[in-house]
């Protein structure tokens, strides 16, 4: 059978979007770049402020303090087991007054779960620090992107689970663990972090605040890209629902810049319905990723979808 005469089915509809996806994930646009920065900053800001913590911490809790308590515990057993590992801390800023409308401290949380604000849940920052490791892994770590108005779907649970395993936030070991470890200070005390509110000065308070602010920047562009790749990919979908035969197909991803192999795309055959026009398609996705006026493009390519289900 001659390529012309090729007709897509499921299978070779499902592997030629995977290698648009590929295509759009290592494409090198604005989004792309904006997340990259942000990760590397985000690990800057982690570093740092972590070493702040410590600071502020080990002058409440001097070390020499804690190892006495910790030899007393050899000593006495849990009679006097009040220093404990934490990640997690209340911070005040002593040199302002507080208003009935402004308070001096804040919640600083450094665990991967740490709670976002906004849109974002407290798996948010993990997903998007360890992209890469989740993928690798045959997981999908747009999950929360792809379901952020319907986060009961039973299939965005099940791959949120996943996800949750592959990270050990279950039983806080692996990746969870290892981070937890990381980013621990020892406190005197094994109350809540709210209970020992700790001193600190306006500008470690304030740099404090900068890195909780770098960490929703860091998710948001995460977020960004892989909305501006799904919205790509939800039109791809639908012309490849649309499209009748593998030359179709293969002509929106050669528009697209991509080489597909012929041969295997041709081990199987099956059925679909009317056609897009693929270079109407393609240049809808291109003028999306060159960040220009896309409305008059969109409206084109409507256009000639409507036109092309009318005469099928």
Known sequence: MTQSKLRLNTDIRKKIGGIILSHFENEKTTELENYTTAKEDITTAY???????????????????VATLQTFKKKYGNAVDVVAKDSCFHFANTEIETTDDETNNEHFDFKLDASMSGRFNSQDFSVAYFRDELKSAGLNPEINVQHQD???NPHHTQELDKIKKFLGFSNEDGIY????????????????????TIPCSANEFDQMKAFKNARQVFVQSHYTWAEAIQKDMRDITLALKDYKY?????????????????????????????????????????SRRAKQDNKSVIEQFKKARQSAVATH
């Not at 099956?270 to 291109?286: D, M």
């Open 47 to 65: 570093n740092t402020a972590f070493k702040i913590a410590s600071n502020v911490v080990g002058r409440a809790y001097p070390k020499n303090d």
């Open 150 to 152: 319907n986060r009961s």
């Open 177 to 196: 663990g290892q981070w937890k470890d990381k980013y621990s200070l020892d406190v005197i005390g094994t109350s809540y972090c709210r209970s020992r």
């Open 246 to 286: 593998v030359k179709d197909a293969i002509d929106l991803c050669g528009a697209l810049g991509l080489d597909i192999n012929e041969n295997e795309l041709q081990r199987t055959a099956g059925v679909s319905l009317t056609i897009y026009q693929p270079e109407n398609l393609a240049s809808l996705i291109k």
